[in-house]
């Protein structure tokens, strides 16, 4: 660890922070340690490696345990925790657990869930072709809604901090959310419509966020799956610009 320069002599409201850095890092340093395996991005956010994600999302499913938090757990068989791979570039994010979804404690594992898996397979990132594997799947309320209405506010209060988690974790280039609550509850935006805003791009925590319909509305209006697939294609060339 070599090239730690001392930063007295430089103004700025960063200076703390890495005069603090250096300490520990001189720390480590005289343990002989050669190396931490984390890395500072562009923005200073510390970098998990997959396997550190892996880890955090586990301890985050210990911490939900047999979940009593709100109501919807008087009703549920499982909680939906979410699934896919912890580094992934792209994560969708739905309402809430339908009834296959309960039952098998997958997220969108019915007939809409196969629509989505239809729509991943059909996307890529840069020139290679995406499986479902490859992407991360999660709901704002993890325990299903009963006859699926909407989850209501005291349901979304309870359980949102655990869906801000898991993309504080996963921590993908870009969201593409699944139906008008997933959009609102995330962004905190009720007055936002999904007919008028679907296709544009918004910000969460400087994440890019792409509203699109949710395939449940699909499979009842199969006439606008184009739209989705036009969302989809701005999320794809979204991330070839990153490459
Ligand atoms: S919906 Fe969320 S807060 Fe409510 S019981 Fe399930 S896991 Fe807990």
Redesign the pocket.
């Given at each position: 660890m070599r090239g730690i320069a001392g930063n007295s002599a430089m103004n700025g409201p960063g200076n703390d922070i890495i005069d603090d850095l250096k300490t520990v890092l001189e720390f480590y340093q005289a343990l002989g340690v050669e190396g931490i395996p984390l890395h500072l991005t562009s923005a200073g956010r510390i970098d998990q490696g997959n396997g550190d994600k892996e880890r955090l999302l586990s301890e985050l499913r210990n911490e939900?345990g047999d979940?009593?938090?709100?109501?919807?757990?008087k009703n549920?068989n499982s909680?939906v925790f979410g699934e896919g791979k912890p580094g992934a570039k792209i994560m969708f994010i739905g309402e809430?657990p339908g009834r296959e979804e309960d039952m098998q404690g997958r997220p969108f594992v019915g007939e809409a869930g196969m629509l989505l898996t239809k729509l991943i397979e059909k996307m890529s990132v840069g020139g290679v072709g995406l499986k479902r594997d490859d992407v991360y799947i999660a709901n704002i309320?993890?325990?299903r809604p009963p006859m699926n209405r909407d989850?209501e506010e005291d349901?979304v209060t309870?359980?949102r901090g655990?869906i801000e988690r898991q993309i504080e974790i996963i921590h993908p280039e870009v969201i593409i959310t699944l139906g008008r609550i997933a959009l609102q509850t995330l962004l905190k935006r009720p007055d936002l419509k999904i007919t008028a805003v679907r296709g544009n791009f918004f910000d969460y925590n400087g994440i890019p966020v792409m509203p699109t319909f949710h395939p449940a509305y699909l499979l009842r209006n199969p006439k606008d799956k184009w739209l989705t697939w036009s969302d989809a294609q701005k999320v794809m060339e979204r991330l070839a610009g990153r490459d």
């Open positions: 939900i979940c009593v938090r709100c109501k919807l757990s549920r909680i809430g309320v993890k325990c989850p349901e309870k359980c655990f």
